[in-house]
């Protein structure tokens, strides 16, 4: 499958390389960030999960002990009437789903809701919720997932469920509309601790400082290619790229062209800081 091709979002390719195929790749991890090219996203790296029917899944972040340490994304992959009726086993977690190839129903509270390519839904903690596919074709969509953390005086989030081709993109200041910002939540409503958006560079529009701050971030390449600074070195990444980025990282960004380069963002936000205690 040539996934360049699959618009409009970038889907892993699965399968596995001809024996022919150099080993050298793009795939790196180091203290401050790791980079997962779409290349490593095959066959064999695959996992599956508990309850779930005709299902695998890419896991492309997870909590680590002196790296990034609040979430976990996965890009699953449900086969047709595959899903789960008891999908996430810690009542504790809240998720985000986001589709990027098929469509799915997704139940929440009783209601039923059909996600397509761009659909998106918060789930909060202990949310009742399940998820089918009901098409003839396999059905793709990232889940983020974070262990939420409450506040006294604040209620918990309610569900929701969106597409991002009903969202106008956010101009960032200063940028004329080359850097945009999709956002699916308020960012002054505190209730939430993440938040995940879409970030939108036109041709040539660039992060014009390195951002150094304390989100942990998980950027996921939906289309398009650029150079991207990470820490110290710049990486070229492409449609179907992850990064991984651990708290402080600097970054800042060139959008290559020819075509808009666009990516899925996590980022744990709202939150005091958690402190040592003696």
């Not at 290349?39 to 005709?54: A, Q």
């Not at 992850?242 to 970054?251: D, E, G, N, S, Y």
Request: some cysteine.
């Amino acid at each position: 499958m040539d996934f360049m091709t699959k618009p409009p979002y970038a889907i892993p390719p699965g399968g596995l390389p001809s024996q022919r195929e150099l080993l050298t790749g793009r795939a790196v991890f180091t203290e401050a960030y790791a980079v997962i090219p779409h290349g490593t996203m095959r066959d064999i790296v695959t996992s599956y999960l508990p309850f779930w029917e005709k299902t695998r899944l890419w896991v492309i972040a997870r909590p680590l002990s002196g790296f990034a340490e609040t979430f976990s994304q996965y890009i699953m992959e449900v086969a047709p009437g595959g899903g789960s009726d008891s999908p996430e086993a810690d009542p504790d977690a809240q998720g985000v789903l986001f589709v990027v190839d098929g469509t799915i129903e997704l139940t929440v509270e009783g209601k039923p809701h059909t996600l397509e390519s761009g659909g998106y839904a918060y789930l909060p903690p202990a949310c009742n919720w399940t998820l089918r596919n009901i098409s003839d074709a396999p059905a793709r969509f990232h889940w983020v997932r974070k262990a939420y953390e409450k506040v006294e005086g604040l209620e918990v989030p309610q569900p929701f469920t969106a597409n991002e081709k009903d969202i106008a993109p956010i101009a960032m200041p200063d940028t004329n509309g080359a850097w945009a910002t999709t956002r699916f939540v308020d960012p002054t409503d505190l209730r939430h601790d993440m938040h995940v958006n879409i970030v939108t560079l036109e041709p040539g529009a660039v992060i014009p400082f390195a951002e150094t701050h304390v989100m942990e971030h998980g950027l996921y390449v939906l289309e398009g290619k650029a150079v991207y600074r990470l820490n110290n070195d710049w990486v070229e990444v492409e449609a179907g790229d992850f990064m991984w980025l651990r708290a402080f990282c600097p970054q800042a960004c060139y959008a290559g062209g020819p075509g808009k380069f666009r990516y899925l963002l996590y980022k744990d936000v709202n939150r005091h800081m958690k402190l040592a205690r003696p």
